[in-house]
């Protein structure tokens, strides 16, 4: 069965203060690993999808990359409105979607 | 513009009920899904369809109910069989519905049901 497992649960930092959240997932076959941000009360936002590990993608102040053990979502001098959880799922070999349970990210200003 | 339409946002249920949960899209695509968002759970897939006409299970299915007569709307009822309801769902769509394809999903705003 795929598992996606996101660390850490919630995390908080000033405005500026770069850091990363972790996604680890076991899967047979990854076709896919896709990160959404989720804003209180609304549905997903597509972010980013990645396919092979060595791969990046970046967007604004996110980057995204991927192993074959995990995939990190790098925030760089985040600012208030980044605040939100950040969902990230992965795509196996059956073509099923296996969500984790989310990072929610706080950042004061 | 374009996007997944739900309705209620909020809504409740008393026991013994059926209530359906709306949900209209108008980007054209052929795929709709039903997901359920429980507070510290990952995204649990209801049903989805691929086509009209047609729809399959997902894992969670007991209690639920769907249907796709036209390609715009994705209907969710739930049943009173469901004895744990209370939870967020949100609909979703993709351009084609080939999993292989492996496409990005749209969300729509979600409906927050609750018992009473």
Known sequence: ?109 | DGGITQSPKYLFRKEGQNVTLSCEQNLNHDAMYWYRQDPGQGLRLIYYSQIVNDFQKGDIAEGYSVSREKKESFPLTVTSAQKNPTAFYLCASSIRGSPSTNEKLFFGSGTQLSVL
């Not at chain 1, 990046?56 to 990190?72: D, G, N, P, V």
């Open chain 1, 1 to 109: 069965e795929d598992q996606v497992t996101q660390s850490p649960e919630a995390l908080r930092l000033q405005e500026g203060e770069s850091s990363s959240l972790n996604c680890s997932y076991t899967v047979s076959g990854l076709r896919g690993l896709f990160w959404y941000r989720q804003d209180p009360g609304k549905g997903p936002e597509f972010l980013f999808t990645l396919y092979s590990a060595g791969e990046e993608k970046e967007k604004e102040r996110l980057k995204a990359t991927l192993t074959k053990k995990e995939s990190f979502l790098h925030i760089t001098a985040p600012k208030p409105e980044d605040s939100a959880t950040y969902l990230c799922a992965v795509r196996g070999s059956n073509y099923k979607l296996t969500f984790g349970k989310g990072t929610l990210l706080t950042v004061n200003p």
